[in-house]
């Protein structure tokens, strides 16, 4: 929030803060002792978008006797002398330890912060280079990037992932990383993992994705009629129409010709699937459970459910990404036109 007051009263040009060695040496304390990684233990950074730290090289007992010698009163905010805070704590009673072994103690973390933010550098481009090289189209992201880098590189091209999702970063512990890094290698290609802020990273066989985590609840059944063109859900239309007699039919992978024939159209609906559904697709071999067919398929356990499937009492007709029941097949009759699309 006070930076966010910074910006609005900078109106576009830089901020300057009066934040000292002895800030950074207290913010890299911090960090260390929270378990931050090596970002967060590189301390204050010199510059940050429109904020710039022009005295981030000297000490505080520096700064105040340049004030003294020049008659410059300042303020002190009075949170800073109660120890309820963490940071007053490792100001009040660490630092002077810490001096105590060495006068210079907060030179010598500015000087690792430098070097930190360098290496982070360096390993923040390798790992954007295997961002790049992993994402799919779909917004998930190929396991074996991640798998073939080195696990500095592996684990910040974890957090950005996690980052670009949209996900407050805030939480988003080592131990999560570390969690993260157990599920892209893990044998269960389904392997699920629960993330701070409600998000979530799931396999997908060969991928990933990390998203706020789904409600779990099926999309209802819908009647259907004859001619019909509507949503099923937000993400899937669809069509039915019956073929006249003459007129060729054009198939796709989820476009469908059913014989009318076999229909009980009192019943006709599109459903997500349910258990016991059974789908036989070729003349070799009797049906096979749509959860048996969807694995074939290595369709994610998560998207299962927003499969449309065309039903009627009989059981199922089609399935969008799957196929058409043999049963189902036209013959010399009146003929249905089934199409799945999506939004």
């Avoid at 396991?143 to 980052?163: D, S």
């Avoid at 049906?287 to 369709?299: A, E, F, G, N, W």
């Amino acid at each position: 929030m006070r930076y966010g007051l910074f910006a609005l009263a900078a109106e576009g040009d830089k901020i300057a803060t009066a934040h000292t060695a002895d800030d950074n040496l207290e913010t890299v304390l911090f960090h260390l002792v929270r378990g931050s990684g090596a970002k967060g233990v590189s301390g204050i950074p010199p510059v940050r978008g429109a904020v710039i730290r022009p005295l981030l090289f000297a000490e505080r007992r520096e700064i105040e006797a340049f004030l003294r010698e020049n008659g410059q009163n300042y303020v002190t905010d009075s949170s800073n002398l109660s120890d309820d805070y963490t940071r007053n704590r490792l100001r009040h009673s660490v630092l002077p330890v810490l001096r105590g072994i060495n006068e210079q103690a907060a030179q010598a973390a500015l000087r690792l912060g430098e070097q930190l933010r360098q290496d982070e550098a360096c390993l923040g481009g390798q790992a954007e280079r295997c961002l790049q090289t992993a994402l799919r189209a779909d917004g998930a992201y190929l396991t074996a990037p991640f798998l073939a880098c080195h696990p500095a590189v592996q684990g910040r091209a974890l957090r950005e992932a996690a980052r670009r999702a949209g996900m407050p970063m805030r939480d988003l512990a080592q131990t999560h990383i570390e969690a993260l890094e157990r599920l892209l290698s893990s044998a269960d290609p389904s392997a699920q993992l629960d993330l701070p802020h409600g998000f979530t990273a799931r396999r997908e066989y060969e991928a990933f994705r990390i998203a706020p985590r789904a409600c779990g609840v099926q999309p209802a059944a819908l009647p259907l009629t004859v001619p019909f063109d509507g949503l099923w859900t937000d993400g899937t239309r669809v069509k039915l129409r019956k073929l006249e007699k003459s007129e060729v039919f054009y198939k796709t992978v989820n476009t469908f010709c059913a014989d009318c024939g076999t229909i009980d159209f009192a019943s006709l609906c599109v459903r997500a699937r349910q258990t016991g559904d059974r789908l036989r697709l070729t003349e070799r071999g009797g049906s096979r459970t749509l959860k048996k067919l969807m694995i074939d398929r290595k369709i994610p356990a998560a998207e299962r459910d927003a499969l449309a499937v065309i039903a009627d009492r009989s059981g199922v007709i089609a399935v969008q990404d799957i196929g058409m029941d043999l049963s189902r097949r036209p013959g010399n009759g009146a003929r249905l036109e089934i199409k799945i699309e999506r939004n």
